[in-house]
């Protein structure tokens, strides 16, 4: 089989193509205290993080927006993956996250903790990608920091 | 019986050699190359061009045999450097016919160019005037009548296009005024490939009093262009769309215009006597051409367009218009596949989106497959928003695409609805 469709396969798994279709946590959850805008200029890609955070917990968090295949699935994928983090963990999980799409993570592997963000693991054969990948997660720290001005990728 | 050569010549049917892409691909080594395993099939001319053999040994010649700074020196390499140099003017003025060489200013590409003419024509506005644009401009012809408005106090005018991508000719003439002093209008779009009547809207301005700026970074490599028949004050074009290096470009304007311009950037080889009291400028195009400039790259300009001569532009247009016309075709019979810019007259240029892909996505599955596209808003933001899409896939032909990589390019796009079956 050739290797750049291998490569394909790793990127588009089934699980990126549905929640791309098909994303969890769309839209404004009720009662969201904290929101960002996340921009990527290269592709147009727009998302909006909204989340509820009481008590140093994130009780919910939802997105809006438009983008690729990629930014989408990662968006949805990330909303799963923060409820019920502290805000410290949601930044560590990033941190993860970041190590494994760029694939600077040691040994190359996911963190245990990245669970089910481990599919975007093939993000990492595709280094022009990996903004796309990362677009709701940077969204999500200014929404954390209540960053007014909308995050830009470039 | 001796026969005269020109004669045997009028004894052969009038037919010009056929288009031998095939050999014609051998003077592009990059073509050579395979990325991801497959053979490269590039269609994103319309960012950029490959570069024929002839421009890169051109540009390494200079380096190699002659490198010197251009009229200053009095030895030999800088002789040598600037004839060479100069030449190249001389092939540029031929290649778009203008009336002079010194109309041939040198510049670093179309969006160099484009700002030359917003800083120093643009000091000319006034609050109140009006710089009357059209809505498939590239940013580049956008943001400096931008930047001059706001300087100015002059406003800034748009001519809508239709669904199809083309200018509504009824409104740019609507918008057309009293006020309006400057006219910037793409030859061709690059976003959707649409022809402008670039001597109809020339003449329409003119009548009205305004001056015209003619975009034509994607033009100039399609078709032939004849800047005194379209009668145009400035045309702008870059030499790597051409097969030409990147980081140089010209500038056409009227002699009489650029002459009564003032200067935008100070410096070396722009003057002709400075003192601390008074410093008088040099001649045209020196005028406009302060500092050193990009010799290798003129060097190679030149010879890119001696390349293209050498073909004929006619026949590279007939050559890409099959491209386009096959290209449309298999377009047509691909499911889930809409064209954006479907305009009669229309250059090598295939924008379209695929039902439920995003365009970022198509151009990371094409490219494993090694076909080179464009998956973005292409510098046309307003294109965009017009057609009511993020962003579009775009190929775009050139002189040796052939229709065996349009195939390929629709084989690659087969693959995009087997990843999102
Ligand atoms: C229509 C048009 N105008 C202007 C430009 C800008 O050219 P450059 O980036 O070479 O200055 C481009 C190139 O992308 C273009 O397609």
């Keep these: 089989m050739n290797p750049a469709t291998d490569d394909l396969r790793d990127l588009y798994q089934e699980m990126v193509v549905d929640h791309s279709r098909r994303p969890r946590n769309f839209g404004r959850p009720a009662d969201a205290n904290h929101h960002a805008e996340g921009y990527n200029p290269l592709c147009g890609d727009r998302?909006?993080?909204?989340?509820?955070?009481?008590?140093?917990?994130?009780?919910?968090?939802?997105?809006?927006?438009?983008?690729?295949?990629?930014?989408?699935?990662?968006?949805?994928?990330?909303?799963?993956?923060?409820?019920?983090?502290?805000?410290?963990?949601?930044?560590?999980?990033?941190?993860?996250?970041?190590?494994?799409?760029?694939?600077?993570?040691?040994?190359?592997?996911?963190?245990?903790?990245?669970?089910?963000?481990?599919?975007?693991?093939?993000?990492?054969?595709?280094?022009?990608?990996?903004?796309?990948?990362?677009?709701?997660?940077?969204t999500l720290r200014a929404a954390l920091h209540d960053e007014a001005e909308p995050v830009s990728t470039e | 019986m001796k026969i005269a050569s020109n004669e045997l010549q009028a004894l052969q049917p009038a037919r010009p050699l056929a288009f031998d892409v095939g050999r014609l691909r051998g003077d592009f080594p990059i073509l050579a190359r395979r990325v991801h395993g497959q053979p490269l099939v590039y269609l994103d001319n319309a960012a950029t061009s490959q570069k024929p053999r002839a421009v890169v040994d051109a540009e390494a010649r200079y380096y190699a045999e002659y490198n010197a700074n251009i009229h200053r020196g009095l030895h030999c390499l800088s002789e040598e450097a600037t004839a060479a140099y100069e030449a190249a003017r001389d092939r540029v003025q031929r290649f778009v016919n203008a009336a002079r060489r010194e109309e041939?200013?040198?510049?670093?590409?179309?969006?160099?160019?484009?700002?030359?003419?917003?800083?120093?024509?643009?000091?000319?506005?006034?609050?109140?005037?009006?710089?009357?644009?059209?809505?498939?401009?590239h940013h580049s012809n956008i943001v400096p009548w931008q930047l001059l408005c706001e300087r100015s106090g002059a406003r800034l005018c748009v001519a809508p296009i239709d669904d199809a991508g083309q200018l509504r000719l009824d409104e740019f003439e609507r918008l057309l005024g009293p006020r309006t002093r400057l006219v910037a209008v793409t030859h061709v779009s690059n976003a959707l490939g649409s022809i402008n009547p670039v001597a109809e809207l020339v003449?329409?301005?003119?009548?009205?009093?305004?001056?015209?700026?003619?975009?034509?970074?994607?033009?100039?490599?399609?078709?032939?262009?004849?800047?005194?028949?379209?009668?145009?004050?400035?045309?702008?074009?870059?030499?790597?769309?051409?097969?030409?290096?990147?980081?140089?470009?010209?500038?056409?304007?009227?002699?009489?215009?650029?002459?009564?311009?003032?200067?935008?950037?100070?410096?070396?080889?722009?003057?002709?006597?400075?003192?601390?009291?008074?410093?008088?400028?040099?001649?045209?195009?020196?005028?406009?051409?302060?500092?050193?400039?990009?010799?290798?790259?003129?060097?190679?300009?030149?010879?890119?367009?001696?390349?293209?001569?050498?073909?004929?532009?006619?026949?590279v247009a007939a050559h890409e218009r099959d491209l386009l016309a096959y290209a449309t075709a298999r377009a047509a019979d691909t499911p889930g596949l809409r064209l954006i810019g479907t305009a009669a007259a229309k250059a090598g240029i295939l924008s379209f989106v695929v039902d439920g892909v995003h365009a970022h996505?198509?151009?990371?599955?094409?490219?494993?497959?090694?076909?080179?596209?464009?998956?973005?808003?292409?510098?046309?933001?307003?294109?965009?928003?017009?057609?009511?899409?993020?962003?579009?896939?775009?190929?775009?032909?050139?002189?040796?695409?052939?229709?065996?990589?349009?195939?390929?390019?629709?084989?690659?796009?087969?693959?995009?609805?087997?990843?999102f079956a």
């Design chain 2, 361 to 419: 996505d198509v151009g990371t599955i094409l490219d494993r497959a090694g076909v080179a596209v464009r998956s973005g808003h292409h510098c046309a933001m307003p294109v965009m928003e017009r057609f009511g899409v993020p962003a579009t896939v775009r190929a775009s032909f050139a002189l040796y695409n052939t229709r065996a990589e349009v195939d390929a390019l629709f084989a690659a796009l087969a693959r995009v609805r087997e990843v």
């Design chain 2, 104 to 137: 041939i200013v040198f510049v670093r590409g179309t969006t160099e160019a484009i700002n030359l003419v917003a800083a120093s024509y643009g000091q000319r506005l006034r609050p109140g005037d009006e710089i009357l644009i059209s809505a498939m401009e």
């Design chain 1, 47 to 138: 998302v909006t993080v909204y989340l509820r955070v009481v008590d140093g917990v994130i009780e919910a968090v939802g997105f809006e927006g438009s983008g690729c295949a990629i930014s989408t699935a990662s968006a949805s994928l990330m909303t799963e993956a923060l409820k019920g983090k502290t805000p410290a963990e949601a930044e560590a999980l990033f941190a993860d996250f970041r190590a494994l799409v760029s694939g600077t993570a040691p040994g190359g592997g996911a963190a245990a903790a990245l669970g089910k963000l481990a599919v975007l693991a093939g993000v990492q054969e595709f280094p022009a990608r990996v903004k796309c990948a990362t677009l709701a997660w940077h």
């Design chain 2, 203 to 315: 003449a329409l301005a003119h009548a009205h009093g305004a001056a015209v700026l003619v975009d034509g970074a994607q033009a100039v490599p399609h078709l032939k262009v004849d800047v005194q028949a379209l009668d145009c004050d400035f045309y702008a074009f870059s030499g790597h769309k051409l097969y030409g290096p990147t980081g140089v470009g010209v500038l056409y304007g009227k002699a009489a215009l650029l002459d009564a311009m003032p200067p935008w950037q100070g410096g070396g080889d722009m003057i002709r006597q400075v003192s601390f009291a008074r410093t008088t400028y040099n001649d045209l195009p020196y005028k406009f051409e302060a500092g050193t400039p990009n010799i290798a790259g003129g060097i190679g300009l030149g010879a890119a367009i001696d390349y293209v001569d050498a073909l004929g532009l006619d026949a």
